[in-house]
């Protein structure tokens, strides 16, 4: 692990601010993921900024009737939080299915959707990953791509994203708040948070530098049938091949995201449109341009098949 300076701040706005003022500075909160990614030096950070004094540990209700959610409140109690049972289950459902119970209590909600790919080319630093060292080129493309993504792809990169808890996110309309350096604050809905790779999959989401995420808000409940699905290797403590979110009302219409398939949670709303018309429907619309490799084309049968069982499941 290379050296770096470390900081502690008062509140958001400071912490922004140091951050835009400091060249490669990082916040660190949980440290789930990056502090993997620092003793691996995928990562090297000259400046830390632990903002886990900040005052962004709270779920509050909002006045039209949805969920405030800090950056800072840890997985464990965000999925335990009786609100969040009972009104947003799949996005409960969602955090249990992630990591380990011991994961959980230090992982916070900022952490969850900042967390990087799993590919393993990304991991090993003797290969090329345009998203370690832009312009290097993508192992995966041409080498073991099991785990990739089938959909949203670009030449310069297959990577999917790792999380369960963005997939419900993404499927509850969320909006991700953020404090820019110069003081000025931000609400991104989730649906324009994360970039598509293109040619410069390095770059992850719309979050500027220095930027910090303050919180996340939830609109008011949906109703309706509430099912995560996470389809993996083992039973527990390993990534999604797929998953499927979903939220099913009683005449049928809804919504659905999946995970494991993309390098973002994937949603398209003309598959939501399509859902009284059934499974394969909305299939063929969320993967109406999928391009697997050789690998990894298991995967369109298996989205196929989990989205059916969850749609049949919420219907039931």
Known sequence: ?????????????????????????????????????MKLEIE???????????AL??????????????????????????????????LSRALLAGASGQLRNQAT??????????CPYFYDTNQPCNKRLPGSGCAALEGFSRQHAV?????ACIATHPSDMAVAMRLLDAV??????????RAIPIAQFYRAPGTTPHIETDLAPGELITAVTLPAPLGGSHIYRKVRDRASYAFALVSVAAIVQQDGSGRV??????????????????????AQAVYDRLFAEAQPTHENAFKLTLAKRTLASVLAEARA
């Not at 502690?8 to 789930?32: D, L, Q, Y």
């Not at 991700?176 to 604050?185: A, F």
């Open 176 to 185: 991700v708040e953020t404090v820019r350096p110069d003081g000025q604050k």
């Open 1 to 37: 692990m290379k050296a770096f300076t470390y900081e502690r701040v008062n509140t958001p706005a400071e912490a922004a601010a140091s951050a835009g003022r400091t060249p490669h500075a990082k916040f660190i909160a949980g440290g789930t993921n990056l502090l993997d990614l």
């Open 151 to 155: 959909v949203g792809t670009s030449k």
């Open 109 to 118: 909600t900022a952490g969850n959707l900042l967390q990087r790919t799993r």
């Open 257 to 278: 995201a999946l995970g494991g398939v993309a390098h973002q949670p994937w949603r398209r709303e003309d598959a939501d449109a399509a859902m009284a018309q059934g």
């Open 57 to 90: 540990d709270k779920i509050e209700q909002t006045p039209e009737g949805g969920l405030r959610i800090g950056a800072l409140v840890r997985n464990t109690d965000l999925a335990a939080d009786e609100r969040v049972r009972r009104d947003y289950a799949v």
């Open 44 to 54: 090297a950070p000259l400046h830390l900024i632990d903002i886990n004094t900040l």
